[in-house]
C-alpha cells in the first residue's frame, strides 16, 4: 500500500511489525524480504518516487576537506533523497569485500570486522539477483583471481580482481509496484524521521516521530526499527535522538559519527606503457566489457609486507597521447625487444592507471551536527574528512611498487603523474561517494555502536542497515556487500520476531 | 729479421690496442647506444639523467665502464647475446631497487646509463 504522509492526520499513529527508515538499497532490500512474510512492515521514505528541489535541500550541510575552504555541494550532490535513494545514481559496480578486508590488520589501526567473509557468503547469490549481475562462479577466486586469462601481470605480489557490472538496478524503480502492491507493507513516502523515541529506560524503541516538509506530524511505533538513510544521516539521525540518551543513540562512548571513510579516487595517477600481450588488456577495460571485468590488485602478503591500504588499480586504455608519452614508448619497446626478442609489430600499448584505495578508519574523520537547521528544524550534518597520511602513502608505494612489478613481468614502464604534496589537484582525484563507518560494528560499545548482529549497543530493537556498519570498507563499492548484508540482518530478524524477541 | 720483428710488433700492438678499445663488448654496447640516440626519447631520457648524475656529483659512466661492468658480471658480452644480458642485469636491477625516476618514469639504472651515452651520441 501506499501512503502519502502529507494526508496523515496530525499526531496520527501508524503501527506496525517493522519500521525501516530510508527506501535505498538496504530499506529495500529488507522490505522485500519480509513480503508475504505476514508481518507488516512501514517503509519510510523522505522523499517521493522523483527527484525533489526541497526534499534533496534537506541534504544541505558544510564538509571541511582537507585544508580546503568548507564546501556545501558533497554533502547536497553526492546523495539522493528520493525513493531508491542513491541507488538511482550508482554505476552499478557489485564487487565483495576482500577477507583481508574483514581481518585486523596490525598495521591498520582500528581494523578488524567482529564478523569474516565466511558470515556474509550464504548471502551472494541472493544479493546477486537482487543487483542483477551473474552469479559467481566460485566466490573463492572472486576475491582474488589470478587465473592466467586474466593476468596481464602474473606474480605472487600482485593479481586481478573482479568487479561485476549490473545494468545499474535502479532500486526503485525496479522494486516500486512489487512493495507498494503487496498487502503486508505500507510505502510512506514524503515521511521525514525527526527523531527515534526511546522508552524510559533507554533501552527500546518505543516510536519514530516523522514530519512532512507541509507541517504534518506523525509517529511510527513497531516491535523493530531499521535505520537504512546511508553513512551520513544513520549517524545524524542517532545524534539527534536526544532526549533519553544525551548525546544521541548509541552514542555513550562518542562513537557515532566518527570514523567516516569514503574511497578516494585518482584517475591520472600513472601512464602506462605495455609491450606484452594486449588481448589481455582488454579484460581489464571496462568500456569493452559488459558483465564483468578486471582490475589488479596486490596479494594479502604483499599488503602485510609493505603495510598498504588495500588498493586496486584499473587500467583504462588512453588513445590519445602526448608526443612525450609516445617517444617514452619507442623506447620501452626498443628496449622490450632486445630483451626478449620479441616482434616489433607487438605494441606498445598505452594506458591510464586509475587507482582506488581504501582510507583507513580515523576517529578524526567524522559527521557531526552542525549549528545550522534545514526546513524541519533539525541540524544538519556537518562532515570533516581528512585524507589520511598512511592513505596517502599508500598510494606512492603502491604505484612504485606496481611500476616495479610490471616491468619485471610484463616488460611495461609507467610514468608518475600523482603528487603526494598535491593529491587531490583539480582532475586528479575525485571522491567516490562511497559513505561508510559512521556507526560501525564492533564487539564492544566503547569502539562502535552496532554488534555484530547491526543492532545499536544496548537498544534491544534498533538496527542499522548500510555501509555505515562497516568497520573497513576496502576499495570495492560498497552496494554489493549492503545488499548482501541486508539480506543477513533480515533473517536474524524474521528469526527474533518468530521466537517473540523483543 | 730485425725488420720483420718491429713490424710484426707493431701490428700486434695495433691489434692489441684495437681490441682494448673496440673489443665485442664494448662494439656490442656501442650498437645499443648508436640506435637509441635515433629515438627522441632516449635522448630526452638521457638528458635529463645526466643532469640528475650531475646535481648529485656522479659521473656518467663511459662505453668502457658500461660494457666491462656487463661483462664482468654476466660473462663474455657480445652483439649476438647483449640483449639476454641486459634482461639479466635488468631484472637484477628491478629486484634491487636501481630504479630512477625521470620525468615520472620508471627506469633502471642500465637502461639510464645507455640512453645517457645515447644523448651524448645525438650530441655529437
Redesign the interface.
Same mark, same amino acid.
Given at each position: 500500500m501506499l501512503i502519502d504522509c502529507r494526508e496523515l492526520n496530525n499526531n496520527q499513529l501508524i503501527s506496525c511489525d517493522l519500521c525501516i527508515v530510508g527506501a535505498g538499497a538496504a530499506g529495500i532490500t529488507v522490505a522485500r524480504s519480509f513480503l508475504t512474510s505476514g508481518y507488516t512492515v512501514c517503509l519510510m521514505e523522505s522523499g517521493r518516487f522523483k527527484p525533489g528541489r526541497e526534499t534533496q535541500g534537506l541534504y544541505k550541510g558544510w564538509t571541511e576537506f582537507n585544508d580546503e575552504p568548507k564546501s556545501d555541494a558533497y554533502l547536497h550532490g553526492s546523495r539522493l533523497r528520493y525513493f531508491g535513494g542513491s541507488t538511482n545514481h550508482w554505476a552499478g559496480l557489485c564487487r565483495i569485500l576482500d577477507p583481508i578486508d574483514f581481518r585486523k590488520r596490525d598495521w591498520v589501526e582500528h581494523s578488524g570486522w567482529p564478523i569474516d567473509e565466511s558470515d556474509i557468503k550464504p548471502y551472494y547469490t541472493k544479493a546477486a539477483e537482487i543487483v542483477e549481475i551473474e552469479p559467481f562462479k566460485d566466490y573463492d577466486n572472486e576475491a582474488t583471481d589470478c587465473s592466467d586469462d586474466r593476468a596481464v601481470i602474473d606474480s605472487d605480489s600482485i593479481c586481478s580482481k573482479i568487479f561485476h557490472i549490473s545494468t545499474p538496478t535502479r532500486f526503485g524503480r525496479k522494486y516500486r509496484k512489487e512493495l507498494v502492491d503487496a498487502d503486508n507493507v505500507n510505502v510512506c513516502i514524503n515521511a521525514n524521521v525527526l527523531r527515534i523515541s526511546l522508552n524510559e529506560n533507554g533501552d527500546s524503541v518505543e516510536h519514530v516521530t516523522c514530519g512532512t516538509l507541509t507541517g504534518i506530524r506523525f509517529n511510527v511505533a513497531a516491535k523493530y526499527f531499521i535505520l537504512s538513510t546511508g553513512g551520513i544521516e544513520n549517524a545524524r539521525i542517532l545524534l539527534l535522538s536526544n532526549k533519553i540518551q544525551k548525546n544521541g543513540i548509541g552514542n555513550s562512548h562518542d562513537q557515532v559519527g566518527r570514523y567516516f571513510m569514503e574511497h578516494p579516487q585518482y584517475p591520472h595517477a600513472?601512464?602506462i606503457v605495455f609491450t606484452g600481450n594486449s588481448e589481455k588488456l582488454s579484460k581489464y577495460d571496462r568500456s569493452k566489457n559488459t558483465k564483468s571485468f578486471a582490475v589488479l590488485g596486490f596479494t594479502d602478503q604483499m599488503q602485510q609486507k609493505n603495510r598498504l591500504l588495500n588498493t586496486a588499480i584499473q587500467i583504462v586504455t588512453s588513445q590519445k597521447n602526448s608526443r612525450?608519452v609516445? &617517444? %617514452?614508448? &619507442?623506447?620501452i619497446r626498443?628496449?622490450d625487444i632486445? +630483451?626478449?626478442?620479441r616482434s616489433s609489430n607487438e605494441g606498445p600499448y598505452f594506458a591510464q592507471m586509475l587507482m582506488i584505495s581504501e582510507l583507513n578508519p580515523d576517529p578524526n574523520n567524522r559527521v557531526f551536527l552542525d549549528d545550522e537547521v534545514d526546513r524541519l528544524g533539525l541540524r544538519r550534518a556537518r562532515l570533516k574528512l581528512r585524507l589520511t597520511k598512511q592513505h596517502i602513502s599508500t598510494i606512492t608505494k603502491s604505484i612504485?611498487l606496481f %611500476?616495479?612489478e610490471l %616491468?619485471?613481468e610484463s616488460n611495461g +614502464?609507467?610514468?608518475? &603523474?600523482f603528487r603526494e604534496d598535491d593529491p587531490t589537484r583539480r582532475g586528479y582525484y575525485f571522491p567516490a561517494n562511497h559513505h561508510a563507518g559512521t556507526t560501525r560494528m564492533s564487539e564492544s560499545p566503547k569502539y562502535g555502536v552496532v554488534d555484530s548482529d547491526c543492532k545499536i549497543h544496548g537498544i534491544s530493537n534498533l538496527f542499522v542497515a548500510g555501509s555505515s556498519v562497516f568497520p573497513t570498507a576496502g576499495f570495492a563499492n560498497p552496494t554489493f556487500t549492503i545488499v548482501a548484508l541486508a539480506l543477513r540482518l533480515s533473517d536474524h530478524i524474521r528469526l527474533n520476531i518468530e521466537r517473540g524477541l523483543t | 729479421m730485425r725488420s720483420i720483428l718491429v713490424v710484426g710488433g707493431a701490428i700486434a700492438g695495433i691489434f692489441l690496442y684495437r681490441s682494448t678499445v673496440q673489443g665485442p663488448a664494448e662494439l656490442a654496447v656501442s650498437e645499443i647506444v648508436s640506435k637509441l640516440a635515433e629515438l627522441p626519447g632516449a635522448v630526452r631520457f638521457g638528458e635529463k639523467f645526466r643532469e640528475e648524475l650531475k646535481k648529485n656529483d656522479h659521473p656518467m659512466k663511459s662505453l668502457r665502464s658500461i660494457s666491462s661492468f656487463l661483462a664482468d658480471v654476466h660473462g663474455d658480452l657480445r652483439p649476438d647475446n647483449i640483449g639476454d644480458i641486459l634482461e639479466q642485469q635488468i631484472q637484477i636491477e628491478l629486484r634491487t631497487n636501481q630504479v630512477h625516476v625521470i620525468d615520472g618514469w620508471y627506469l633502471t639504472r642500465t637502461e639510464l646509463d645507455l640512453c645517457a651515452l645515447a644523448s651524448v651520441a645525438r650530441k655529437a
Open positions: 600513472a601512464n612525450k609516445l &617517444d %617514452a614508448g &619507442d623506447v626498443f628496449f632486445l +630483451r626478449t626478442g612504485r %611500476a616495479t %616491468a619485471k +614502464r609507467l610514468r608518475i &603523474d | -
